[in-house]
């Protein structure tokens, strides 16, 4: 048989039927995951919704004329945006956020660094009771803050420095317990093979931990400055406490600023300011979630 022969029968021979596509796009995979766990999908929107709800009463009220205050209607009459301008005059706005913004960065940038030489110590460094004061600092997580504010207070007041900001220097200097912790964890992951090398190169301590550890955990230091960032402006008791009406932060400037003659508090100017105190978390935790995320995430490899 010749080959021109098995080429015409091999052409001529029935070929298996292929399976046919289904017609119509096909699903994506946020609806594949939707149909296999309606019920987690379900649970997210409705957890979802009540997280914002909140958040839109808050940018209901902001908006609100002051002539609808108090009016038994869902959505004012008419929408004021001017509310966001006269919150910023109605009180020193923008002097008590800068304010807050320096002591935020402040005892953020003090806490980072100091936190993570100390959990670099207890990674890396060997000594007689290392175990036990790890420990310890463990143990003080446990402690609610507000039951050593007033020892601490008494402290800062016998050495003059209340009315100042150097309790948060104090403070960011000396660290915080949760972010040692997530720094000793990191540390610790990491091989002996970088430390040696860098030890037989004739580096010492700190050129280690500032030349080889700190650059690996950038995303730790990310995170350790939201968190400490966030922790200050948020805090309301601290600056109260401890500083003055000339240089207090916006957490107590809001609290107390937006009362009008008779002492009652202008709930639409008080949204206002409230909506716009939130907006530098926001935006500092957008520019920071991916590497806010990773650094959880590293801390917990070992």
Known sequence: MSVHEISAETAAAPTPEQPQAPAGPRPGPIR???????????????????????????????????????????????????????????????????????????????????????????????????????????????????????????????????????????????????????????????????????????AGRIRIFCQIFLPLSRPLLVTAFVLAFNAVWGDFIGPDLFLNSSNTTLAVGISSGYDNTAGYPVYNLLAAGALLYIVPVVVLFLFAQRSYVRGFASSGLK
């Open 32 to 202: 594949r995951r939707r149909e296999r766990h309606p019920v987690a999908f379900v649970v997210l929107v409705v957890a979802s919704v009540l997280i914002t709800l909140p958040f839109v009463e808050l940018l209901i009220n902001a908006l609100t004329p002051s002539s609808d205050i108090g009016a038994d209607r869902w959505l004012p009459s008419a929408f004021r945006w001017a509310n966001f301008t006269d919150a910023l005059h109605y009180i020193p706005y923008l002097s008590l956020a800068r304010n807050s913004l320096v002591l935020s960065s402040l005892f953020g940038v003090l806490t980072t660094f100091s936190s993570a030489l100390t959990g670099y110590g207890f990674a890396r460094l060997h000594g007689p009771g290392k175990k036990i004061l790890f420990g310890v600092l463990v143990m003080t997580m446990m402690v609610p803050p507000i039951v050593t504010l007033i020892p601490t207070y008494l402290l800062f007041s016998l050495y003059n420095l209340v009315g100042t900001y150097w309790p948060w220097v104090f403070w960011g200097a000396a660290g915080t317990p949760y972010t040692i912790f997530l720094y000793r964890q990191f540390f610790s992951s990491l091989p002996k093979e970088l430390e040696e090398a860098a030890i037989l190169d004739g």
